[in-house]
């Protein structure tokens, strides 16, 4: 669980790598000190707001709502996170919970009421049991309760308010979760201030992006010029979500599903699980076109959310940062979805590392990854799909979950090993330093994103036999 | 050597091992700013618990805790005056 996503600063003189001899496609205009000093007068800021909203317009469907909370928090810099925990509660109890598909409101108060009272007692009573290990006691009772639930008798009133607390309390589980571990910090915020971080109003998925309070009270503007080069950053990736986007919707998939007419790949999965045929290397293409698009989607969407928290005033590190010149399994796990491998690495790696195994520094380590990359991840992702638990029952809903299971086993294993090998300033060149680990550790997670299924229709056998048309080992 | 030379030169010798030679003050983030990474993160840990006795299991973890060179020497004074 290493490496860097560091949009934030220049990389070290030896890792940086010219790019057409230092063209950029987007100019670092946060270095240029007119532009800095523009972005900090009134005009300069409504300038850069009014951009912004041209490039949410084109990205997000409720981007009027956005851009007036991303306005008054730029207007009022000394309330930031004030603004940030209104925002939030407005975005949350006046756009999400009242039109999911039964109004949510109730459980979203209750769910947020138990939230301030397990902060107070994890902060209150530190040496408890609840203090001392507050993740692991949140994750297990939402564990207990999930299962619990799913033995209700179905369509009674229990089983429903049961299943609506349990939907609003998953989405925000791993937004306690951080808010439990600044808890214990001395200069831990209040519980009014770590609202704000529950779903913040600049969007995510259950995946808490820029983390926790901790994190936000680090990265936030505290001054006008910092403020300046936050927005002006964020402006940027904002721009690299709607170029990229333009890519992918102009460019990539009408040539390569249009004119080249390489299949889809869930088209191409459900036909190999009916028994059809296909030609190898049409596998290979498709899995690899799929592989491209999921990177490019997470890029977009990702930058998306990082460019709005940026332009709140912190500066936040990206989610997804060039993850095609990883070298190893674990950096290019680290670069490609950056949040969800902080999360785990937050509430899995560290405890594990920090109490196990402590005098077997190789077990040590191996253990910590296994902790967060498979258990870790595998629950994350069977406790994000609540409904299918609700519709199918726990034990069905797990025993549909192997290939996931199996992808995380095998996940854990690589960034392992990655990991235990001796990690050295690349001095081989670009060839046998950079292209060559590029391409085993593209290859590595092409093939694995075969297992990287957690619709649940299908069992592990069915992405064995795609693999095996892969290699041309089928019929 | 000072407690913060010894923290100093061991965080300098992990950046310069990831080809990172620039200089780094007392206050500067080291962690939450992605110059060093969680595995890095593992690497300091491991040594303030072997160099000079701080236990993690006990005190608990995060980042923010080793984000900084005075954060760092910090702790261990702490850790120090706790039996």
């Not at chain 1, 936000?216 to 010029?225: D, K, M």
Request: hydrophobic share 50%; glycine share 8%; charged share 20%.
């Amino acid at each position: 669980m290493t490496a860097a996503a560091d949009p934030g600063r220049p990389g070290p003189a030896s890792a940086r790598a010219p790019f057409l001899w230092g063209f950029r496609l987007i100019p670092r205009i946060e270095t240029y000190p007119e532009v800095v000093s523009f972005a900090q007068t009134d005009i300069g800021k409504f300038t850069l707001l009014g951009i912004f909203a041209i490039g949410l317009w084109y990205t997000h469907p409720l981007w009027q709502v956005l851009i007036v909370l991303l306005a008054v928090v730029t207007l009022l810099p000394q309330y930031r996170r004030m603004v940030l925990t209104f925002g939030t509660l407005v975005w949350g109890f006046g756009i999400i919970w009242p039109w999911t598909v039964r109004p949510l409101l109730l459980p979203a108060a209750m769910v947020l009421i138990l939230a301030a009272l397990l902060f107070w007692a994890a902060s209150r009573f530190p040496h408890s049991g609840f203090g001392r290990r507050p993740v692991a006691s949140l994750l297990t009772g939402f564990a207990l309760s999930v299962l619990l639930a799913s033995y209700l008798p179905r369509g009674g009133y229990l089983w429903a308010a049961s299943w609506d607390f349990l939907t609003v309390a998953g989405a925000y589980l791993w937004f306690i979760a951080y808010s439990l571990l600044d808890a214990g910090s001395k200069s831990r915020d209040p519980f009014a201030l770590q609202v704000g971080t529950y779903r913040p109003f600049w969007g995510g998925t259950n995946t808490p992006f820029a983390k926790g309070a901790a994190y936000l009270r680090r990265i936030e503007a505290h001054n006008p010029e910092q403020l300046a080069v936050a927005q002006l950053k964020g402006l940027k990736l904002l721009a690299w979500s709607v170029l990229l986007d333009l890519f992918l919707r102009k460019a990539f998939l009408p040539v390569v599903h249009g004119r080249l007419g390489i299949p889809v790949y869930s088209q191409l999965f459900e036909l190999s699980v009916q028994r059809g045929s296909f030609p190898w290397y049409v596998g290979w293409a498709s899995l690899i076109a799929n592989f491209i698009e999921d990177l490019a989607r997470l890029s977009i969407f990702g930058h998306r959310i990082i460019a709005s928290c940026r332009m709140a005033g912190f500066l936040a590190l990206r989610n997804t940062c060039r993850p095609l010149a990883s070298r190893s399994i674990a950096e290019f796990w680290n670069r490609y979805y950056y949040y969800f491998k902080e999360l785990l690495v937050d509430c899995f790696f560290y405890p594990t590392f920090m109490r196990y195994f402590k005098g077997h520094r190789r077990w040590r380590l191996f253990a910590a990854t296994f902790a967060a990359a498979c258990f870790g991840n595998a629950f994350f992702h069977f406790f994000r799909d609540l409904g299918y638990i609700e519709e199918s029952g726990f034990w069905k809903a797990l025993a549909g979950f192997q290939a996931y299971i199996f992808y995380t086993v095998v996940l854990a294993v690589g960034i392992g090993i990655s990991q235990l090998r001796e990690r050295r300033v690349e001095t081989t060149g670009w060839i046998r330093g950079r292209l060559v680990p590029a391409f085993w550790v593209i290859g590595f997670f092409c093939i694995l994103s075969v297992f990287d299924y957690t619709d649940k229709r299908y069992p592990l056998q069915e992405c064995f036999r795609f693999l095996a048309h892969l290699f041309n080992l089928t019929s | 050597m000072e407690r913060k030379a010894v923290i100093r030169e061991f965080v300098r010798e992990l950046l310069a091992r990831k080809g990172d030679t620039e200089p780094f003050s007392d206050e500067a983030s080291l962690l939450l700013s992605g110059r060093l990474q969680s595995v890095d993160a593992v690497e300091i840990a491991v040594f303030l618990e072997e160099e000079f006795g701080v236990d993690f299991a006990e005190r608990g973890f995060d980042q923010e805790m080793i984000d900084t060179l005075d954060a760092i020497s910090a702790l261990v004074e702490d850790s120090a005056k706790t039996p």
